[in-house]
């Protein structure tokens, strides 16, 4: 915890880019009738029965202290897909940052070996070497600042039936262009010093 702590405190460096990883599922939900739109004097309505259309896997990458954010949608959330993530997080970008300095949780999958399971041993070190990986600790997930972007998301724009891929990716885009014009970040207040204070109980005590 007070790994991840110290590197939100550390002052912004475009060599050096604080960047947050995390990822969410999204059911496809797709009409069986029409939705009536809204009338005078009455909501939209909709009918309780729906179709699944499968579940689509979002990863999220978000960068704080510039408020930008970028989300990939794909069918799954395996270690070669986790893979592809990291390689556009490298080369499309922060193609010019020294390191990326990358704060996400222990999922099995996020690790550098899921490189080397996409990627030729060569790209794999060359990928692994560009980043300094920061985890969470075991139920410690709301240290990862891209865990509150995915529940603005949710908020804003998953909270509806989505029937598929396609317009699943095309409103994530809108929303994602919104708010990266704002420059919206994420104003991170809890300090290793407010853990120490607030979170004493989860200190081992000192023996004498």
Known sequence: ?????AVYERPYDARFPQVCFDEASKQLVGEVRTPLPPAPGLPAREDDEYVRNGVANL?????PLRGWRHVTVTDQRTA???AHVIRELVDV????????VLVMDNLNTHT?????QAFSPAEAKRLADKLEIHYTPKHGSWL???EIELSILARQYLDQRIPDKATLKGGIALWQAK???AGTGIKWRFTTADARIKLHSLYPPIQP
């Open 93 to 100: 970008h922060y193609p010019g940052a020294e390191r990326i």
């Open 80 to 82: 070669v897909d986790f």
């Open 1 to 5: 915890m007070e790994d991840v702590l």
């Open 144 to 146: 990862d600042m891209a």
């Open 179 to 181: 708010r990266n014009l």
């Open 59 to 63: 990863f999220m990458l978000t960068e």
């Open 112 to 116: 550098p070996a899921s490189l080397y």
